[in-house]
């Protein structure tokens, strides 16, 4: 075995081909190299199992509660004309006695596209298993059409499934309906989606990391090895019917249907983290495959990154660009730090009195920061800034802000807490109003959303108070504003496509407004999911809210239903959440203002969404107030 593995790995080129999204389409590629692997359940070889090569669809969406349907279907790269072998999925190849397989032929990815290896059935010793499932990501299809120079020698396993499962959560329905939209943002997300799966284990041995590969990140290594274990108790059992695989398939479901395999399986609890995690935790395992593991029952199983960069610090504000970077506003080291989706660092700027809170992105792609005193406008690239200043005697503390369609931007002027004046900012940094926006019941203002009319929305920290003005300024939710039971004193407020108005209270409670200031929540606003000192808030693609306490995540879906378990998704290292944002990749963000723990990437537990947040509003404001926000890309 290790003779085998040293020869392959010795190879000057190791590649695959494969055939094109459009059958009919002329065949190209490179003539006989090989994608070379092998595939084991935990530490045995399974013999026969069919290894398929499949490509990320275009035609429509997959994704947490997407019905699989052929407009979702993953797309089959191989030719039944090569491998001699094919069934309803498409053609295969078969897994020799070790375990190894070798894809070889005339056939081509296309470009741009997100490629992934499914692996199905066979045999790891104890019988053939249908129940088998196992996934390890490609990734993005390269201009040469095939991956001969940039693919190494793959090892699928249990611990190469988890890392593809999270990684694509938020594009897949099962393991065989992985797709995006195909809209620019979407191949956008998509890709950053599929490439997370490196920063969590090595394609090469099908390992779980402890640290990104960029070395930014700490990776949760014990909890991916956890997972794997799950996988690999049916994976080793005789066979789909076992009860060790009816266990895993009843506490792995997804809008009530059960998976029929273990890839499948791995994708519903990257879904649905704080479902039935006890009686997972609880399925004996025949041994620790992959060590080391937890040794106690989780709260909750979510997979994140823990970024500590030394300038990530305080971290305070955060956004989500259209390329998937996140911005990071960070308080301690008056920096504001630029991540790619892949985990490095792309540029930290810093200024003069440059003490960074609140950071939204516009369309084209400039930070805009409420930096004490000032408003700063930062450059796609990080490397510059402009500041703007309001008439009010340079007094202003700038609390949260918003750009709208058309490119301008709100912030809150609460100086000391004592003013509670809105400022409204064209894209050149012209103050609108020399004396700010002062009606609508506003009380010291922190926090604002847009809507896809143009209003602005604010979050009041003092009084029981949500304002509302139009894009002109003028009161569009009466004298004193929009209250009834459950707003208190607001931290945040964000908008979902409807126009409805999402608020987290410091009483621990949310509360949603229509657009035209109905209370939606009840009595008492939504309560539970580990809702404490909530402080930041916003909209996934499905709808669904996502709110950070101080130490926890709580999701809630656009009907009010918690769906993050009774006391929130948690983490590791010590937590105190300010800010949050969800990327297109439907992973969610999180600002930690505790000490030096930076920020928190939580791996495919959201609904991919349109971002920067601004992408999601039209140019032309809708009286219903509707809009993209909150929608998949």
Known sequence: MTRLISSVLSLAVLGLTGCALIPSATPGGILGVGLLGMVHGGQQPITGAHVYLLQAGTLGSAGNGIPASSANASISLLKSANTGLSDALGAYVLTASDGSFNISGDYVCTPGTQVYLYVQGGNPGAGVNSGVGLMAILGNCPSADNFAATVPYIWVNEVSTIAAAYAMAGYATDSTHVSSSGSALAKTGIQNAFANAANLASISTGTALTTNPANTATVPQATINTLANILTACVNSPSATSSICSSLFSNATSGGVAPTDTASAAINIAHNPAANVSNLYSIPTPAVAFAPALTAVPNDFSVSLNYTLPSLAGADGIAIDASGDAWVANYNTNAVVKLSPAGSSLASFTGSNFQPGAIAVDNSGNAWVANANSIAKINPSATSASYFFSSLNNTD?????????????????????????????????????????????????????VDGGGNVWAANALGPIVSKLTSAGASASGANGFSGTGIFQASSIAVDSLGNAWVANSNNTVTKLSNSGSILSGNSGYTGGGLATPQAIAIDGSGSAWIASVSSLTEISNAGAVLSGANGLTFPAASNFGALAIDGSGNVWLANLQGNNGVVELIGAAAPVITPIAAGLPVAPNVSGTSNLGTRP
Do not use: K
Request: zero cysteines; aromatic letters at 16%.
């Open 397 to 449: 503390t700038f609390f949260g802000l918003a750009v709208d369609g058309t490119g301008n931007l709100w912030s809150a002027d609460s100086f000391n807490f004592t003013r509670s004046t809105l400022e409204r900012v064209s894209s050149s940094g012209s103050f609108f109003n020399s004396n700010g926006y002062t009606l609508a019941g506003l009380a010291t203002p922190t926090a604002m959303a």
